[in-house]
Nanobody
Framework: QVQLVESGGGLVQAGGSLRLSCAAS????????MGWFRQAPGKEREFVAA????????HYVDSVKGRFTISRDNVKNTVYLQMNSLKPEDTAVYYC?????????????????WGQGTQVTVSS
């Protein structure tokens, strides 16, 4: 069974940092592009960042460019999202997702597997 398990969420003050982790099992991790999405109450799930299976390229939504960094460790089967300079508008449940493809997609319907999410709350 494929499982994606997020961790690292929590409460942080504006301007602070968090690092999210997503541990994958049940799949050949390096063959999957990995993405991070977030969903705030009353809003649709939105793309945040993604990384190719090899880690050779990344893509970010404009609102997090320069603040967030996605990375992966294909030995540990883990993808990370380093979040710096956090803002209250970053508050959401953050989800890890996996897609068996050689390209990056920003549409959540393209992803094959999803984690349960981890809450990130940024206070002012």
């Amino acid at each position: 069974q494929v499982q994606l398990v997020e961790s690292g969420g929590g409460l942080v003050q504006a301007g602070g940092s968090l690092r999210l982790s997503c541990a994958a099992s049940g799949l050949i991790f390096s063959r999957y592009a990995m993405g991070w999405f977030r969903q705030a109450p009353g809003k649709e799930r939105e793309f945040v960042a993604a990384i190719k299976g090899s880690g050779s390229s990344t893509h970010y939504v404009d609102s997090v460019k320069g603040r967030f960094t996605i990375s992966r460790d294909n030995v540990k089967n883990t993808v990370y999202l380093q979040m710096n300079s956090l803002k209250p508008e970053d508050t959401a449940v953050y989800y890890c997702a996996a897609e068996h493809t050689v390209v990056i997609h920003t549409n959540p319907v393209a992803y094959d597997y999803w984690g349960q999410g981890t809450q990130v709350t940024v206070s002012s």
